[in-house]
């Protein structure tokens, strides 16, 4: 998976963050400032160029790029950035870019001035992990002027009622939480998602079941090596 982070850090918004897996990777590596939003060393890696003038960054064809994966597009500390970082999206219209965010409500007041309907080398994904959060954020992200929509269900925290939002979504990702203190992924609602998706005519994707995972009554502590495959085993992804 291709990846660029322009900066790093964030600030916890909602249940979904509780266990965020930036603040644990820092962790890890002894660092205690994920709170602190800071510009990244590759922040103009898609514009860097050869000597020949080529760009250095390419990527085979039809691989998108995921695009602020240790922070968020639209936290507030990164305003004074974004619109460089809209400059070198607009620039490069032969990537494709992935933005996932939990900031939704701040999309209306971060696009350029040119977004129009949407570009189409970008895709804008809306997280909800519970209820609460898909109550709040999807009415606003079914408002918006976006060319290619996606909803992500991750860490998937309750059952969650997509109907009325998926129209105009081209997939939805569901998965568990992973890490030590991950809470419980049950597999019903994974099963239900899917089943909305499947009635509305919306891609659907298992990505993995997360560390604390119940099917049919059982509970299982999944390593995190094996929480994708055993997602990819359940044999329930579907493409339309």
């Known amino acids: 998976m291709a990846v660029w982070n322009p900066w790093h850090g964030c600030h916890k918004l909602s249940e979904g963050c509780r266990n965020c897996y930036v603040y644990r990777m820092d962790m890890a590596h002894s660092k205690q400032d994920s709170h602190i939003v800071k510009k990244n060393a590759d922040f103009d890696l898609p514009v860097r160029r050869k000597r020949n003038g080529e760009y250095k960054l390419s990527l085979a064809a039809g691989e998108p790029l995921y695009t602020c994966m240790t922070s968020d597009f639209f936290?507030?500390?990164?305003?004074?950035?974004?619109?460089?970082?809209?400059?070198?999206?607009?620039?490069?219209?032969?990537?494709?870019?992935?933005?996932?965010?939990?900031?939704?409500?701040?999309?209306?007041?971060?696009i350029p001035h040119d977004w129009g309907d949407g570009w189409d080398n970008v895709t804008i994904c809306c997280t909800c992990e519970n209820a609460?959060?898909?109550?709040?954020?999807?009415?606003?992200?079914?408002?918006?002027?976006?060319?290619?929509?996606?909803?992500?269900?991750?860490?998937?925290?309750?059952?969650?009622?997509?109907?009325?939002?998926?129209?105009?979504?081209?997939?939805?990702?569901a998965?568990?939480?992973?890490?030590?203190?991950?809470?419980?992924?049950?597999?019903?609602?994974?099963?239900?998602?899917?089943?909305?998706?499947?009635?509305?005519?919306t891609?659907?994707?298992?990505?993995?079941?997360?560390?604390?995972?119940?099917?049919?009554?059982?509970?299982?502590r999944i390593k995190r090596a094996l929480q994708h495959s055993q997602a990819r085993r359940a044999g329930i992804n579907i493409e339309f």
């Not at 607009?90 to 939704?104: E, L, N």
């Not at 998965?175 to 998602?193: F, H, P, V």
């Not at 891609?203 to 299982?220: N, V, W």
């Open 175 to 201: 998965g568990g939480e992973s890490g030590n203190e991950a809470r419980l992924c049950r597999y019903e609602w994974i099963l239900d998602i899917r089943r909305q998706c499947v009635e509305s005519g």
């Open 75 to 110: 936290l507030e500390d990164a305003d004074e950035w974004r619109d460089e970082v809209w400059d070198m999206i607009r620039q490069r219209q032969d990537i494709h870019f992935i933005i996932i965010t939990k900031r939704i409500h701040r999309f209306a007041q971060c």
């Open 132 to 173: 609460p959060t898909a109550e709040y954020r999807l009415p606003i992200f079914a408002s918006l002027k976006i060319r290619h929509k996606e909803i992500v269900c991750e860490p998937l925290l309750s059952e969650i009622d997509l109907s009325g939002y998926l129209g105009s979504v081209e997939r939805v990702t």
């Open 203 to 220: 891609s659907f994707y298992f990505k993995q079941t997360g560390a604390y995972f119940e099917k049919d009554g059982r509970y299982y």
